[in-house]
C-alpha cells in the first residue's frame, strides 16, 4: 500500500490534521503486556512518587508510537514513515482516575527534501506540557 498522500500536492507549512490520545491506566497495563515493560513507574503509584516522579507515567515509546499516528493516519500507510525520532521532555502523567491523561498531538510539513520525501515537524503535549521534543519524522509520499 503506498502512501495516499501525493509529493506534489504538499506544500512546506501543510498542516497534518491534529489528535487527541486518551491514556488511562488500563492503557499502561494493555501496552506493559505488549511490549514487556514492566517497569514499577508505570503501574505503581508509591514506586513512581518513590523515585521521585509526580505520579506513575506512560512509557515513552508508548508516547512517541501514539505521537506518530498522526502522520501514519495522513500518510495512509504505516510503512511510508522511513524515519522518526524524538527526545522526550517531559513524561505523560497518568491519574489513577476515570480521565487518565491526554496526548494531544499536530503535526506540520517542515521540509521537502528529495525522492518524494518530506520532513515532518510533530508538537505533543499532555497536560499543557510539552512532552516530546526534536519530533521529526521523514515520509515517502506517492
Known amino acids: 500500500m503506498a502512501a495516499k498522500v501525493s ?3 504538499v506544500e512546506v507549512g501543510t498542516e497534518l490534521p491534529a489528535a487527541s490520545f486518551p491514556v488511562t491506566r488500563a492503557t499502561l497495563v494493555q501496552y506493559a503486556g505488549a511490549s514487556g515493560d514492566f517497569n514499577p513507574i508505570h503501574w ?3 514506586f513512581a512518587k518513590e523515585v521521585g516522579l509526580p505520579d506513575v507515567i506512560a512509557h515513552g515509546m508508548f508516547t ?3 505521537a506518530i499516528r498522526v502522520v501514519t493516519d495522513w500518510a495512509g500507510d504505516p510503512a511510508a514513515v522511513v524515519e ?3 527526545r522526550f521532555t517531559k513524561p505523560v502523567v497518568v491519574p489513577n482516575d ?3 491523561a491526554l496526548i494531544e498531538v499536530s503535526a506540520k510539513v517542515a521540509a521537502k527534501l528529495d525522492d518524494n520525501r518530506v520532513r515532518v515537524d ?3 503535549t499532555s497536560a499543557g506540557q510539552k512532552v516530546l ?3 521529526r519524522a521523514v515520509v515517502q509520499l506517492a
Open 133 to 135: 521534543g526534536m519530533s
Open 122 to 124: 510533530l508538537t505533543a
Open 7 to 9: 509529493y506534489e500536492e
Open 98 to 100: 476515570d480521565e487518565g
Open 84 to 86: 522518526y525520532g524524538v
Open 44 to 46: 505503581n503509584d508509591k
Open 64 to 66: 512517541m508510537a501514539e
